[in-house]
């Protein structure tokens, strides 16, 4: 018998038993649907809709189920349909027709808004946890790194000297905005539908915001039809979710390319490497390619969930059960690649040679040998045209601009003068660039001491 049998005068058909049954999955709401059946149980109590002792037998009923439903002493039913009519319907059983008392002034609507709320409430913070251990581990990465020269590139060419903790920090600004979007999800999911019932909220007095406090809420929904229509929440979850994957998955790439023979600059642990069952010299980075793979299928999550709620009137629709497949896929890629990705950056061996050396091919100082004509007066233009022609003559021959004399330089300007070698050395780009931001040693330390203060402010 159904728990909503009433009206109906035949079956559900065997097929959609299994098709709309959700309880293969949202078995793992069990324990936010008994929290809030607790707080919703112990208000009936006090606003006199159940008596005292009804209210604490549910309680009780409710404690002993949540104990065997983790000690994995419960079997749910498919017939049963969902996670929220299981527990009530194993809750009767314990306790009796008191358990039926259990959903006055409740809907499942409102009941599993509620869930999700308080799901993705524990789990935006264990996100924000494994973000600020990678934060942490990157920060001091990077502070090892001020002064391990390597190139920075745009078109994924040479550009110009930059140091490895410099290239680091980026990453870091990354995470901590990712860390604040988060924080705002929390912020704006932060408010119990509760007491919106299945749309119109409800006749019985109901204490909206004790409820909600006693769960953690920051307040209630405002309007009765949103709280139980409404994902944004999930949504925005979602969204900074995929920014996160984007950013481990560029991260990740990088990782992939610095661990080819062709770059050298990292080795990857072999705990964080496979091999290859057919050729026996591979060591690959696997675990940064499935990183970068699985950034896929949490976009894939972000576009399922827009896609269901896109075309749905107001209020519940059915399709809604469709936003928790989403939710927990999404939740678990995001935990598992950050868990990961966070020793594989620390065990990792940095080549700082290899580095070094690739920041002094590919004419990374031309820049600079430019910026020292104009700042002799050369308008800029003319100076890079100048430069151009320079970098041509030496590239046509083999030579990096260093390997040029004095003499040969003021061949193609009076400008140049000995001290131009100084200026060009790679070491002192690095160096002369100390605005804000900038790769200058002293300028990553403030980058990093104030990502370190943003981190604790957070
Ligand atoms: N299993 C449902 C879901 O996840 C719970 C709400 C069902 N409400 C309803 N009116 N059928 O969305």
Redesign the pocket.
Known sequence: MKLWGGRFEKDTDALVEDFHS?IAF?RRLYKQDIQGSMAHARMLGRIGVLSRQEAEILLRGLDGLLADIEAGRVEFETGA????MNIEKLLTERVGTVGKKLHTAR???D??ALDLRLFLREEIDATKDLLVRLLRTLLELAEKHKETWMPGYTHLQKAQPISFGHHLTAYVQMFLRDLGRLRDTRRRLNFSPLGSG?LAGTTFPLQREAVAEELGFAGVTLNSLDGVSDRDFALEFLGAASILMMHLSRLCEELVLWSSGEFRFVVMDDGYSTGSSIMPQKKNPDVAELVRGKTGRVYGDLMALLTVMKGLPLA?N?D??E??ESVFDAVDTVKKSLSVVEPMLGTMQVDKQAMARAARQGFTNATDLADYLAKKGVPFRQAHELVGRIVLYCSKRGLALEDLTAAQFREFSEVFEPDLFQTIGIEHCVRARGLTGGPAPEAVAAGIARSREILAEL
Do not use: C, L, W
Not at 81 to 84: L, R, W
């Open positions: 959700s949202d349909e969902d996670i929220h809907s499942r609507n009941q599993v299945a519940y059915k809604m059960q936003d928790k």
